[in-house]
């Protein structure tokens, strides 16, 4: 029998021989970048004519032109929403995880598990995998921020789940700062194993600004000047089991060593301005932008600016570890 006889025969009973399976190595994806003056276009216009209730959100996602399937990378997007003074986003619940950085604005919050969460500037808001959740903007002025997900990843797993809640808004069954205080208390092994699913949570910026300052101009990291991970207050881990959320202080001046890793970093220019080296080429990047650096691409920051630049990113480093995936090369 010769072999293209063989593959017939095997391709009729849904069987395929190695000799014809090519092994889809790593392919080298490109780094992209949305400019913010785009965004905040485009956000400007939503604002006025798309209804809050016309779509679940008033949001925008960055679609990555060297990603197959309308996402910002292949295991987590990031999405922008506005919302106008006195609208509510409706309380939902899905088992993507998702995170909110506030971009402009304050005066708003977003209800998590019967908890309200008041969302200023720079703060971080965490809604876990299936926790209910809701948006009010209860300032005269609208807001905005950026929504981090792990969509393309939990759709890739065809897992995801959706919930509408029976009301627009969740009832408040929990008082201002109660997960907070229980995560204080919660310090003990028990109570910490109770929490293992995640909590919400929010990083107020003051103090994640006062952790970023503190160290020393040695004291930087040579791959990410200074650099600080929002750690899970229940487990200690990563922010999310899916997701890490970093912060970064690029002090003026400052030039970073180069490395490469299987992790996806999706990054946002909360301040200041500078560049990134990015496998062959480079992205100038300024306040408001986001960028994406695929996995396994050499890649280094620079600040020559005369102001620190900061930078808040999210990652799916820990899918990578759990599953024994990461590596790093510098
Ligand atoms: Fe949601």
Redesign the pocket.
Known sequence: MDTSELDRELEKKNLSGFWRTRVPFHRPELPFLWNWREVRDALMKAKDSIGIELA??RAIRLVSPHVPGKSTSHTLQFTFSIVNPGEV?RT???N?A?IRFVVQGKGAYTTVEGEQFPMEEGDLIL?PNWTW?DHFNGSAEPIIWL?G?DGPMIQSLNVLFFDQYEKEVQDHTRREGESARRLGFARRPTAIENERRGVPFRYKWKETYESLKTPKESEADPFDGHLIRYINPATGGFTLPTMSCEVQSLRAGISTKAHRHTSTTLYHVFRGRGRTAVGEGHLEWEKGDTFVVPLWQWHRHENSSGEEAILFSINDRPIMQALELYREES
Request: hydrophobic residues 35%.
């Open positions: 679940e959100r986003a939902h619940r899905h993507m998702a809604t959740h929504d997900l």
